[in-house]
């Protein structure tokens, strides 16, 4: 495993906070993925870097050694990266993108959040549309970027696969299948399923379709005209089932429960026009492909059990 920045800067919150808890939320991650890129960056060097205790956790001589080093090493990639903007083209001022994941949390979120912090002077405007209408406006140069589910290719376009997210079946809170930690799709063969006619309406449709048609079922899914949060109230109200993707499941729902799919993974991508010579796209891209090192955003699906 390489170490990558985003270890030392974990390495380095850690010992300024006294705690992977405290440094997670200064750095608007997970606790979990940082106590575990941090474990897996010690069994990289070979030594622990932290004494951990109850009251928190405080570095070892090498993990002192490693943020001191670590402290210089990055201020001269901020310096070098400084250097390099002083010299380029000037960002242009509006930065337009396609959406079709929820911003509540996950990688787009996490995206988002870092490239505003990097770059504030650079508006980002969104649009939410299926993934159609986005690569034409992709290519219509009316969108600088789509992030998209997926990974098929589209003419005239660069496609870059970035993260992945679980499926998850939403249920009422009284159905006692929600007492499963995971949940398995051909047990949800006979049930009904609601989608919005909104995006991702036509998507869900298509994925129950085709999983349940090679279990051999044709499933009875009812289409309504309603957003997503109505569309959940429903769930909860006992009209059907639905499906929704990791990130949205961060947003409270009341009357409802989110259980994963086993053994489903959602791929999402970057699409943006060959011949886009934005700047604030390029940052963006370089962004986005940092972010995507990183384990967490491409989790497992969950096993058949």
Known sequence: MPVQIHHIRYVIAAVENGSFRRAASTLSVQESALSRRVGELEARLGVPLFVRNHCGVKPTEAGEKFVRRGRNAIEQIQLALAEARSDAK????TLRIGIFSSLASGFLADLIRTFGAAYPNVQLTFTAANPAKQVAAVRRFELDIAFLTGTARWDGCEVQP????????????????????????PDLR??????????????????????????????????HDVGRDDLIQLVALGHGLTLTSE??????APGVR????????????????????NPALLMLLETARQLSLDAAYHPTAEPET
Request: proline share 9%; aromatic share 8%; charged share 25%.
């Open 90 to 93: 000037p960002l242009e001022d």
């Open 162 to 185: 970035l993260w992945s997210e679980r499926v998850f079946v939403v249920l009422p809170e009284t159905d006692p299948r929600g007492d499963a930690m995971t949940m398995h799709l």
């Open 190 to 223: 006979t049930d009904r399923f609601i989608v919005t006619r909104a995006p991702p309406g036509e998507e869900i449709h298509d994925f129950l379709i085709q999983r349940l048609a090679a279990l051999g079922h044709h499933p009875d899914i009812v289409r």
């Open 258 to 277: 989110f259980r994963p799919l086993a053994d489903e993974l959602l791929p999402f991508s970057a699409v943006w026009a060959s011949r886009n010579e």
């Open 247 to 252: 990130a949205t499941i961060a947003a409270k």
